[in-house]
């Protein structure tokens, strides 16, 4: 009998097995033999198996009971048990904002060839996004499927369909029914569609960053989330499929090592076939530090920044002072001023504290219908609505225009303050929300305060995230059957509509990845990631006080990504001794890899901030003096001979040296090795600092952030 190694997948209502061998699934791994293995250790197989992966995985998941699922444990063979995870979406201008014009230069025959998969809700085909109104037939290295279900037809642009269906509830069809996915595939590779908005807002021309590339569409989100045993077998799927780049914007909030983490585990298969996955850093970036989601080192995680396009909506008041604030606000209320409510005062069932925040069943319909509800709560603005209010004004700090199914700016403090003194100062207290209205924002890019922080909490040496990309108030093709608002009582239906999420930027590094690989079809995904990070704009640091911990290399710039000069290339191998020096067992490896890993000798001695990686960074002590050493080699991809200098910024923080200080090229491909040291002190606690490499030789700027911190890892907190 074949060996199989086996890593299950627990839920709180069922058990799910993945199963991981040694190579891409050959014949030993059809359903029929993986049910073979299967029933020689556990009983009611034909009930309990949900999937087999076979075409770039190796395993199968099934439902288990408690008592199988420890016979398993202790069983020769079996890798691991990994609870099965729930994982979440992490939700035009934007383009132009990039200096990514439709007119820079562009190999439209190669961009045609390739292909992006996005791994989501689905998507909707019959959108002007997606149409193939002049593609030909799917690239010859195509070898997926349209499967997308009733009614479903995929096209010479959407080339592939697939949906995963693991829990009942889930829905039969790739077809997109939230928006989510529409939005992100379109993001990455819609068509040129001119004159789309919100109603009239954000009104442009929606584009892709590779108009020409194909998509395939991967279901894994349905409305309870989306399984991590879907997610796998849409990685599964994609790999075998053939596709070119992987654009993933989910995420989960649990803490999780690589090998118990579905899309790392995926995306390391992809990388071994030379495919790239760009994963969102996750939207927790309120609660500080060591939130970001996506931390493998062999994905590129992608935080979200605004651009210079923003919707103000004015709040007017009846003593004629504006306030402005937040919202994407396509109604007007014609000059009219209506009167204003208080939480507090619309609710006679309810404690004060659910009372101020408009709570459910709080609002009563009779006493707030054709008024505008104060509320101290973002959430509020669904149980306002179906109570008959005009519109709300909530309460919120974070300075995102979103869709709300009522007009319904947010103020932030001060300006909040300012209307309940208003409000509490005049006998008859009314207001207007006007429309929203498109303002140039100059301060931009910044890093949207929802973006999750690193550093990275499992590998501190790995500075994560590694690049920032729009995500704030980002207008793309939308599902016409979802709400735009997302809430129930919303009766909207657009094609187009406005988003923002780290999942709103990773799709646009996704398509700029895809335009690099149209320059340098044969550069491997790291080279590909390296060019991203090293050409990125560096940020302001006093527009962005988090730093590098917020925006990773800085803000992600498509037309100096496709000629980096330098590049910092890791292999399989690299990842596989940075496991090593974690701590990662042979068996936590495997998980990851599929294969038997043994650890070089020494290996767990070898700093992991050692790895060929386009960032440095490396955790110190708080307080005490440190010196911390980096060892790198790039390779040249710029011109046969050249000589590339070094510089570095100041930070009278800390010392850096660079030996040598110069790096002589005679031809392209050859690659050199550089030492950088750094030393400082009296960090304190929970803290960074940072500064800047770069290597120049006078037409290519090679930029790398250098981070110390004194932030926890998970290992050691």
């Keep these: 009998m074949a060996s199989y190694r086996f890593q299950l997948f627990l839920n709180i209502s069922f058990f799910l097995i993945l199963a991981i061998g040694q190579s891409s699934i050959a014949a030993a791994n059809d359903d029929r033999k993986a049910s073979v293995v299967f029933v020689t250790i556990c009983s009611s197989v034909e009930e309990s198996m949900i999937r087999s992966y076979r075409r770039s995985l190796n395993g199968f998941a099934a439902k288990l009971t408690d008592e199988e699922v420890e016979e398993l444990a202790n069983m020769k063979g079996v890798v691991s048990i990994i609870p099965n995870r729930i994982y979440h979406p992490r939700t035009t201008r934007s383009w132009d904002f990039m200096g990514f014009s439709n007119t820079v230069r562009r190999n439209p025959t190669v961009e045609s060839n390739v292909i992006i998969g996005v791994i989501d809700s689905g998507i909707w085909p019959e959108l002007p996004s997606f149409s193939d109104e002049g593609f030909g037939p799917p690239p010859k290295k195509w070898k997926g499927v349209c499967r997308g279900g009733k009614n479903f037809t995929c096209n010479n642009k959407v080339i592939g369909a697939r949906f995963y269906k693991s829990v009942a509830s889930a829905d039969e069809s790739a077809r997109d029914n939230s928006g989510h996915g529409t939005h992100t595939a379109s993001t990455a590779a819609g068509n040129v569609v001119k004159d789309v908005s919100f109603f009239g807002l954000a009104q442009g021309t929606a584009r892709g960053g590779v108009p020409s590339a194909r998509i395939a569409a991967y279901k894994v989100c349905h409305k309870k989330g989306c399984e991590s045993v879907d997610i796998l077998a849409a990685f599964d799927d994609a790999i075998a499929d053939g596709v070119d780049i992987l654009s993933v914007s989910l995420g989960s909030a649990e803490s999780t090592e690589f090998f118990d983490d579905v899309i790392a585990i995926g995306s390391f298969h992809a990388m071994e076939k030379g495919i790239l996955t760009l994963n969102s850093a996750g939207n927790n970036g309120v609660a500080g530090p060591l939130g970001v989601e996506s931390v493998a080192p062999w994905m590129v995680a992608v935080a979200a920044s605004t651009t210079d396009r923003r919707l103000s ?11 402005n604030g937040f919202s994407a606000n396509p109604d007007t209320f014609n000059g009219k001023k209506l009167p204003l409510l208080y939480g507090r005062e619309v609710s006679s069932i309810c404690s004060e504290d659910d009372a101020r925040l408009c709570s459910e069943s709080c609002v009563d319909s009779k006493l707030v219908k054709g008024k505008i509800v104060l509320c101290d709560n973002t959430g509020s603005d669904s149980v306002v609505c179906s109570a008959g209010a005009a519109g709300s004004i909530v309460l919120d700090d ?190 936590n490896i495997k998980q990851i890899s599929g294969e038997i890993s043994a650890c070089p000798v020494k290996s767990k001695n070898v700093p992991a901030r050692d790895m060929n990686y386009p960032s440095l960074a490396a955790p110190v002590p708080a307080v005490k003096s440190f010196t911390v050493s980096f060892r790198r080699t790039v390779k040249n991809v710029g011109l046969p001979n050249s000589i590339y200098r070094v510089q570095i910024s100041p930070n009278p923080k800390l010392k850096v040296e660079v030996v040598p200080m110069v790096l002589t090229f005679k031809a392209l491909k050859e690659t050199k090795t550089f030492t950088v040291t750094v030393s400082g002190g009296g960090l304190s606690a929970k803290s960074m600092e940072s500064t800047t490499l770069v290597w120049s030789d006078g037409t290519h700027i090679v930029r790398s952030p250098i981070v110390v911190h004194t932030y926890p890892s998970i290992k050691s907190s």
């Design 313 to 323: 909506t004015k709040v007017v008041l009846g003593n004629g002072k504006t306030l």
């Design 398 to 587: 974070l300075p995102v225009s979103f869709i709300t199914p009522l007009p319904s700016p947010s103020l932030n403090a001060r300006d909040y303050d300012l209307l309940l003194s208003y409000k509490n100062s005049t006998k008859n207290p009314v207001a207007e929300i006007l429309r929203s209205e498109s303002i140039t924002e100059s301060y931009s890019p910044v890093v949207a305060q929802f973006s999750s922080l690193g550093p990275n909490f499992i590998a501190p040496d790995i500075l994560k995230p590694d690049i920032t990309a729009p995500g704030a108030e980002i207008l793309a093709a939308y599902s016409p059957v979802s709400s735009p608002s997302g809430s129930p009582v919303d009766k909207r239906r657009v094609k187009y509509s406005i988003l923002s999420g780290t999942s709103m930027a990773c799709p646009h590094v996704a398509g700029i990845a895809a335009y690099v690989k149209t320059f340098h079809p044969d550069w491997s995904p790291s080279a590909i990631k390296s060019a991203l990070m090293t050409t990125a704009w560096a940020m302001d640091r006093t527009k962005n006080p988090d730093g590098e911990i917020s925006y990773g290399s800085g803000h992600v710039n498509p037309v100096r990504a496709i000629v980096p000069g330098l590049v910092y290339e890791t292999s399989k191998e690299d990842y596989i001794k940075l496991m090593c020096s974690l701590g990662y067992t042979r068996d």
